[in-house]
Structure formats: C-alpha cells, structure tokens
C-alpha cells in the first residue's frame, strides 16, 4: 500500500467523504467529471481499495482525511 496521496487526491477524497458528488467537486475546481474520475482511481490503487467508500475508510484510519 502507498499512502502518498498528492494535494488534489486528499482534496478529492475529503470531498467524497463529505457526501459530495462527482459532478459537484468537478464543477467547484474546475476540472471534469473524467479527471475527478480519474484521481479516485489513483487513490484507490494508492490505497489497495476497491471503490470510493473503502479509500475513504482507509485514509480515515491512517490519518490522511478526517471527517
């Protein structure tokens, strides 16, 4: 597992943590759908988890977000 998330991907993930939708965190930086898209699955290989609410359980209990 490599924890390094960049700024953006710990960005990304707090927002999805938030309840925040895809569309709405592309919208809010400027970036698309496909990007924000994108970065999740970055994080999730980062991590070694399988979708979006497993990384955000995982960077909970390593610190990296908080809720």
């Known amino acids: 597992m490599t924890a390094s998330l ?9 927002r999805v943590a938030q309840g925040e939708p ?18 999740m699955q970055s994080i999730c290989h980062k991590l070694d ?4 609410a ?5 960077a909970v209990t390593l610190g990296l977000i908080q809720l």
């Open 49 to 52: 988890a399988t979708n979006g």
């Open 6 to 14: 960049t700024r953006r991907e710990i960005e990304i993930l707090t």
């Open 22 to 39: 895809a569309r709405q965190i592309a919208l809010s930086l400027g970036i698309t759908k496909r990007t924000v898209a994108a970065h």
């Open 54 to 58: 497993q990384a955000v359980a995982i």
